[in-house]
């Protein structure tokens, strides 16, 4: 479109020119007769005004020529750079998107996000080539954007559209979740971890988001998580047969007594309340189990407290801990979080049976379980930290790096319990640490820190 201007233009000056030149040349040649000096001299005068002009015309389009050279030069290195940065963009692995904070319109992504997400035939995507055309321009700038709402599940939404104002207000402090749910192509459910970061483009600020699709990973942590159940379901089967039979022998010595023809009738009231008692008994057993096995999925709230209790009294059927004291410090109180009381006994329950593992051989094995509030140094916020200490021999330093890897052991198992403890953790947003107690205490010393939201509304 340049070019054809730039013609028409060379065009117009070449016929101005020429008519220019024509006037002065039928000036030269209707003076046929000898004239006077005076008309000679305007003969010439016309002659060199056309001369000037065309010098001066020469000039303007030498210059105008070498900014046109300038002009393509530059629309050349742009359009290398921005193919460049399309490359990089179109090649991520990475689903990238470029959202506008307050409309929640994605103005700008990647092949991988529009091959991945629900709806990417909708999704803007890389053009061949940027039309410049004022109708074009008006054109794109009306076509309706995809909203960032319409890819996120419901239950994800508040905290996504949270994050993004954050990251849009706060340039520096780019913001991460986990967990989030996102509508993927052919009806698919993908989980996905997020990082979101502001940037300013001088007319306006934009938030690009980077999704990595860890709903494989996800899927795998699930199956590793019912196979380590499993396997703790195993261990504790023999001590949950022995605690089962005792109130069985009980009732069934009271069944006996209750048959005879003699007994009083208050004996008889007060067997029949023994024989309930054991049959409770057995009924929190199996159902402290059936909670173990299946945990319940979703969110909600679970007292930290009474998580602590329950998963106490599983592992105390498994033959390491039976000889174990436990010592507890701030746990005389509900320690209400949001979380699956089911999957947080399983972390629980992992941490006492490693605490018990590190022990064996001891005379006196001992863990010490405390609960406190912290202050997050990074965001401020108060969370909830949980610690259990043992008296063994400690984590070896070598050992400390590993030490939540996914079949990483030192005792024999299955490798899996701390992984799976470590994902939990994550998953509640929080986190799970490992490290050697003081020298003179010796042990290891796990800490699980967990948002806490009610301690604030207590404290408030």
């Known amino acids: 479109m340049q070019r054809r201007g730039h013609v028409r233009l060379l065009a117009f000056f070449f016929a101005l020119a020429t008519a220019f030149t024509a006037l002065g040349i ?18 010439c005068t016309w002659g060199v005004a056309t001369v000037g002009f065309l010098g001066v015309f020469w000039h303007r389009l030498t210059i105008a020529k070498a900014r046109w050279r300038e002009t393509q030069d530059w ?50 995507g890389a053009r061949e080539e940027v039309d410049l055309e004022p109708l074009a321009l008006a054109s794109a700038v009306q076509e309706p954007a995809t909203r960032i709402a319409e890819l996120v599940l419901a239950a994800d939404s508040a905290r996504f559209a949270a994050a993004i104002q954050a990251a849009a207000e706060n340039l520096s402090a780019p913001q991460s979740l986990s ?13 996905v971890e997020a990082r979101l970061a502001g940037i300013d483009l001088g007319d306006g600020r934009v938030v690009q988001i980077a999704l990595r699709d860890v709903t494989r990973e996800k899927e795998m942590e699930r199956q590793l998580a019912v196979h380590e159940r499993l396997s703790s379901i195993g261990l504790l089967t023999a001590g949950v047969a022995h605690e089962i039979n005792n109130p069985l022998e009980g009732i069934g010595n009271y069944v006996a007594l209750l048959e005879r023809e003699d007994l009083a009738p208050a004996d008889k009231r007060r067997y029949l309340d023994l024989v309930r008692h054991g049959l409770e008994r057995i009924g929190d057993i199996v159902k402290n189990l059936l909670r173990f096995a299946r945990p319940r999925e979703g969110a909600g709230t679970a007292d930290l407290a009474g998580v602590v209790t329950r998963a106490l009294e599983l592992v105390r059927f498994t033959e390491k801990f039976q000889a174990t004291t436990v010592v507890r410090e701030g746990l005389d109180r509900p320690l209400v979080i949001v979380g699956d009381a089911g999957r947080l006994e399983q972390l629980v329950f992992n941490l006492l049976l490693n605490a018990a593992q590190a022990q064996q051989g001891l005379a006196a094995p001992r863990v010490t379980l405390t609960a406190r509030a912290e202050t997050n140094r990074a965001s401020g916020e108060r969370e909830l930290a949980f610690v259990v200490e043992d008296a063994g021999p400690g984590i070896a330093e070598e050992h400390l790096d590993q030490l939540f890897d996914p079949f990483f052991t030192t005792s024999g198992g299955t490798g899996l319990g701390l992984s799976i403890a470590y994902g939990i953790a994550r998953a509640h947003g929080g986190t799970l640490t490992a490290e050697n107690r003081p020298t003179e205490e010796r042990g290891a010393r796990f800490t699980l820190r967990l948002p806490w939201p009610e301690e604030r509304a207590a404290r408030t």
């Open 26 to 43: 039928g000036l030269l040649v209707a003076m046929d007769a000898p004239r006077a000096t005076g008309g000679v001299l305007i003969v």
């Open 179 to 191: 967990g989030l749910h996102l509508r993927g192509a052919s009806g698919r459910t993908l989980v």
């Open 75 to 124: 629309l050349a290195r742009i359009r290398r750079a921005s193919d460049k940065y399309r490359a990089l963009l179109e090649g991520a692995a990475d689903m990238l998107l470029v959202v506008e904070p307050a409309s929640g319109a994605v103005r700008e992504c990647n092949r991988s996000a529009r091959e991945a997400l629900e709806g990417g035939a909708r999704l803007p």
